[in-house]
């Protein structure tokens, strides 16, 4: 055990958030998204949802400051009239750590998708609310 560490990272996780470099992104999903079909790394944390964990995350992930939106999440399917309010939370969340970050991008349904096949890590999560899945794309600490 360590001291200060949230115990909701696990050491696969804590590994994969060291192993990361400058630009490398990490995914973390609801419990709709086809993680293991996508992933090149999975950690599974089904337990959890995706507002603890990022709250964990974003704590020791520098966010990259040399790309306009390093923080991106799965727009809404044309015509869909689902509710969102897990966006403010993650906008929440993410402003605490780096005010500048929680001006989030979008990616389409399908080219989230394909930006996630090429993601470090993808955490699959237990998270229930639909379109909570959110693309961090890790910077420098200077």
Do not use: C
Not at 65 to 79: E, I, Y
Not at 98 to 126: H, L, M, Q, S, W
């Amino acid at each position: 055990m360590l001291k200060g560490i949230p115990n909701i990272l696990s050491p696969e996780l804590l590994k994969i958030l060291m192993e990361m470099g400058h630009g490398d992104e990490i995914v973390i999903v609801d419990g709709n998204y086809p993680a293991a079909a996508h992933a090149r790394r999975l950690v599974r944390l089904d337990g959890h949802g995706v507002p603890e964990i990022l709250e964990a995350v974003v704590k020791f992930f520098p966010l990259d400051t040399f790309v306009q939106k390093p923080v991106a999440l799965m727009a809404k399917v044309p015509g869909s009239d689902v509710a969102t309010p897990i966006w403010d939370v993650f906008k929440e969340i993410i402003s605490k750590e780096d005010p500048k970050a929680a001006d989030v991008g979008f990616e389409e349904r399908f080219a989230f998708y394909e930006r996630a096949k090429k993601a470090y890590a993808i955490v699959a999560t237990g998270e229930s609310a639909l379109y909570a899945n959110i693309i961090l794309r890790k910077g420098v600490i200077a």
